[in-house]
């Protein structure tokens, strides 16, 4: 077992899943129930991922779920890119695209790490 909460992968993801609730806040009102809720649930599955991995017997296992969170984050990514594209979100509003893409490279160097142990 890991301690997740030491891991500047599940911190920063978590800091970023905060970001994201506060971003599509901004959303119209009748995405609540479409793009804000798909985006917030891909958002909490990064570090809830990462969490779940490292309380698992092996290190096999918590690469998979590393997996499955970067997953998430590619999810993510492509709805952050419809959110430009339909105007909820300015187009030079990369920083979060670049937090994402910091977060994703973390989770594959983490994930490398653990599948080859």
Excluded at 81 to 93: A, V
């Amino acid at each position: 077992m890991h301690d997740f909460r030491k891991l500047d992968v599940w911190n920063r993801s978590m800091n970023f899943t905060t970001s994201i609730y506060q971003l599509t806040g901004d959303f119209p009102d009748n995405e609540k129930f479409g793009l804000i809720s798909q985006m917030r649930r891909s958002a909490v599955s990064i570090p809830s991922n990462i969490a779940e991995g490292a309380g698992r017997n092996s290190n096999k296992e918590f690469a998979q779920f590393l997996s499955i969170s970067l997953g998430s984050a590619f999810e993510l990514e492509t709805q952050l890119i419809l959110s430009q594209r339909l105007g909820f979100i300015e187009n030079n509003n990369n920083e979060i695209l670049e937090e994402l893409d910091e977060i994703c490279k973390m989770l594959n160097s983490l994930k490398q790490r653990f599948t080859k142990l």
